[in-house]
């Protein structure tokens, strides 16, 4: 017997990674498997390549809601923010557990995303574990910018979910802890009512 999801999520993630920024690892790169793709979702692409630009447009063709890029990759910081903008879609930037704030705290201060996503894991893999300094990060960036969208990314289980959102977080990106678990339903209904 079928079962259905408590609620129906709202968005649904993407990881892109080119092996390159990702230390090896690599995700499939044949954009026709999403032509024809109806999820009845909004679409977030999480893109964790050196040079994304390319497949930005890609993922803007196939009518993406939100792209996420990361600061420490190379590409056009200004002139993307536009182009996404113009296909109706936001722009999020991501950094790595080990990069410092004040570099997309001057992007914020550009005006040039929509929120950030606060990667606490390193690019790549799932299921590794959660690095504590995301806590850290998300208190800093919400107390300069309370109104922005901040999502956190890695290492996301009940524990972890209930610290992120204490420490201010609006959204959750979750892979390993709900289809990994024993009951996927039942792991996905506990976080979604942290």
């Known amino acids: 017997m079928l079962r259905e999801f408590p609620e129906k999520p709202e968005w649904i993630q993407i990881d892109v990674a080119d092996g390159i920024f990702t230390n090896g690892h690599i995700t499939w790169r044949d954009f026709s498997d999403l032509e024809t793709l109806d999820i009845g979702f909004n679409l977030e692409v999480h893109i964790m390549e050196v040079e ?81 300094e995301a806590i850290n990060k998300i208190i800093s960036i919400k107390e300069q910018y309370p109104d922005l969208l901040v999502e956190v990314d890695g290492g996301i289980n009940l524990e972890k979910a209930g610290l992120c959102k204490s420490a201010g977080a609006d959204q959750l990106v979750v892979g390993s802890a709900i289809f990994e678990a024993e009951d996927l339903f039942e792991a996905y209904k506990a976080l979604t009512e942290v």
Not at 92 to 119: N, R
């Open 52 to 132: 994304p630009e390319e497949t930005v447009d890609r993922f803007l063709e196939l009518r993406a809601k939100r792209i996420i890029l990361h600061l420490e990759s190379r590409f056009d910081l200004e002139g993307t923010f536009n182009r996404v903008k113009e296909s109706g879609a936001e722009l999020m930037l991501a950094i790595k557990p080990e990069s410092d704030l004040d570099d997309l705290s001057a992007a914020i201060d550009q005006g040039v995303c929509d929120g950030v996503q606060i990667l606490a894991v390193d690019p790549g893999l799932s299921g590794q574990s959660f690095n504590e």
